[in-house]
């Protein structure tokens, strides 16, 4: 069991009001699943992503990642369990403006103390790896939006971590090169990645396995795809 | 070696950062150029004073008391020290018989006249009646000082200043010709070495002659300073004891009456300048700081402009493992190393403004590796005091909000 959720409880205070954004979701996950997470805004599903992506810990309940608990891990502590667990991929893709797409895939090297030479090596196989090392020492503004997706998806995989998490990975893209990018991440998943991607579009989703719906906080529906 | 791959990542990031903002890394570095290099100017200069006054103070010797009936630094009561007893050679005998602690003592007594040689004349020489014995460190450089047998049988000899002989004889060798005071016709039998002047007096403007002779010639009543020299520096306070007890017992001071006489020393006269001076430093140094305060305020003002903008990056950073640590240090070096920049520039600055003053005005000034030190870690400290509050406020911030920052 890669990712098992227990009684996930998680309150905001907005306000004086008391949101109460996800209640009681159990939920695991097998290493190699291609997990899609869909629901209306409101029903908790970006709160899921924090939380799986240890961005956010909950309110109660226990989150058990490759057999941790990172339910009670402090900011420092779950900093290093992104950096070797999960790689992110967002739908504004999140680059580095200022720096090449190899600087922008090597960030999370950086942050584990991998020496510049081995970095560097790293960074443009996972670039080669999404076809764009011919574009390494352009920066996000030089490329295209689903060249830059791209480049984030490098990012995610560099580090080889236990889980790719995409947040609408294609809502920022034209369907052509969206579609594009589900190739990639079909191909990185039959490689043996763990892929759980957030979604509201139920052609995406169909890319997945397995569609886990939420709706007021709660799972819906957990089914095969 | 972790933690150096991270700071050095951090430093390109934080160079790459300035980089991007060269006109306001510049504008932010002006702040800390001008309050640098204030600091370094100031102390430049103040070393340069006290060096000078330092040399001056100890050409005169700081192991020499001088025994009058003033005091050199109380001037309140004057009608107090004008109604003393005069000094006489009455006290000097009693001195140079009974003190133990002493190794010269050496009256001396002024007055200034004009000294002529031939057709030549030269005003306001200051005429100097002592004895063989000196305190001072200035040796003839032809002929002799005076002797024990000039002084006394009151020979007509005298011993002339280096400034006397080079205007009244210009290459001619002085000694062994005579020269007229008030007067009196004296035989030179010395001239001194060049001594220079202190505090823009001329010392070697100055002609001396055996007291009992300047006595004779001027009368005696006239200011006697005693010069004595102390036989060992560290009893200083022993030595002064000494005397004191000798000289109330000669002038017979009843033991419920305070001196009445002074000892002075160029200690009082050290103590004074820097009783004048620090609340000049004091100030410089005032000046000095408030312009470090603006520079670092604009170092935070800056640095706070530069974590909002780069709330977005934090998030990233933090999204893909950079610790607290991390970005504390990446803002942190940030002003760092705008601050150390200025403070760079800001030491060739205050050099030069050091330099500048000091060919411009009569003011020395001295450049000291103090000066650097001082220059690097004032700049370091402004960048780490006013760039902490910035960083740990980036470093603080949560990744989730970070990354929907707008």
Known sequence: MLIDLKNIVKDYQVGLEAVHALRNVDLSIDKGEYVAVMGPSGSGKSTLMNILGCLDTPTSGIYALNKINVSTMNDDELAEIRNREIGFVFQTFNLLPRATALHNVELPLIYNGTPASQRREMAEKALEKVGLKDRMHHRPNELSGGQRQRVAIARALVNTPSIILADEPTGNLDTRTGDEIMEIFESIHDEGNTIIMVTHEEYIAEHSDRIVRLRDGMIERDEAA | ?406
């Open chain 2, 1 to 406: 070696m972790r933690f150096l791959i991270e700071i050095w990542e951090e430093l390109k990031i934080a160079l790459g950062a300035l980089r991007a903002h060269k006109l306001r890394a510049a504008l932010t570095l002006l702040g800390i150029i001008v309050g640098v290099s204030t600091v370094i100017g100031i102390h430049s200069l103040t070393k340069g004073l006290d060096k000078a006054f330092g040399e001056q103070i100890s050409s005169l010797g700081s192991d020499v008391l001088y025994i009058q009936k003033f005091s050199w630094v109380d001037r309140e009561g004057w009608e107090k020290y004008r109604n003393r007893k005069d000094l006489t050679m009455k006290e000097v005998n009693a001195l140079k018989k009974y003190a133990t602690l002493t190794k010269v003592v050496s009256p001396s007594v002024r007055t200034q006249q004009t000294v002529k040689y031939g057709r030549k004349s030269l005003e306001r020489v200051t005429i100097t009646g002592t004895d063989e014995e000196k305190t001072g460190s200035a040796f003839p450089e032809f002929g002799r000082d005076l002797s024990a047998l000039d002084v006394a049988n009151r020979r007509d000899v005298c011993v002339i200043g280096w400034e006397v002989a080079d205007k009244l004889f210009g290459d001619k060798d002085p000694v062994g010709e005579r020269i007229k005071i008030a007067g009196y016709s004296f035989k030179i039998i010395g001239v001194l070495e060049k001594q220079g002047s202190v505090f823009g007096h001329t010392l070697d403007q100055e002609v001396r002659i055996p007291i009992g002779v300047f006595f004779k010639l001027f009368g005696r009543h006239r200011w006697i300073t005693i010069a004595v020299k102390v036989e060992n520096p560290e009893l200083m306070e022993e030595a002064k004891d000494e005397i004191r007890g000798i000289l109330r017992r000669v002038r017979g001071v009843p033991p419920d009456k305070e001196d009445d006489f002074s000892i002075n020393q160029m200690d009082l006269i050290m103590d004074l300048y820097k009783r004048l001076t620090s609340a000049l430093y004091a100030a410089a140094v005032g000046v000095g700081a408030i312009s470090l305060l603006v520079g670092g305020i604009g170092i935070m003002n800056i640095m706070l402009v530069s974590v909002t903008e780069r709330t977005r990056e934090i998030g990233i950073r933090k999204a893909v493992g950079a610790k607290r640590r991390n970005i504390l240090w990446q803002f942190l070096i940030e002003s760092l190393v705008i601050s150390g920049i200025g403070g760079l520039i800001g030491i060739g600055f205050g050099f030069g403004l050091g330099e500048i003053i000091a060919a411009i005005s009569p003011l020395p000034a001295t450049v000291s590796p103090l000066s650097i030190v001082l220059g690097i870690g004032f700049s370091s400290a402004v960048g780490i005091f006013f760039g902490i509050y910035p960083a740990s406020k980036a470093a603080r911030l949560n990744p989730i909000n970070a990354l929907h920052y707008e």
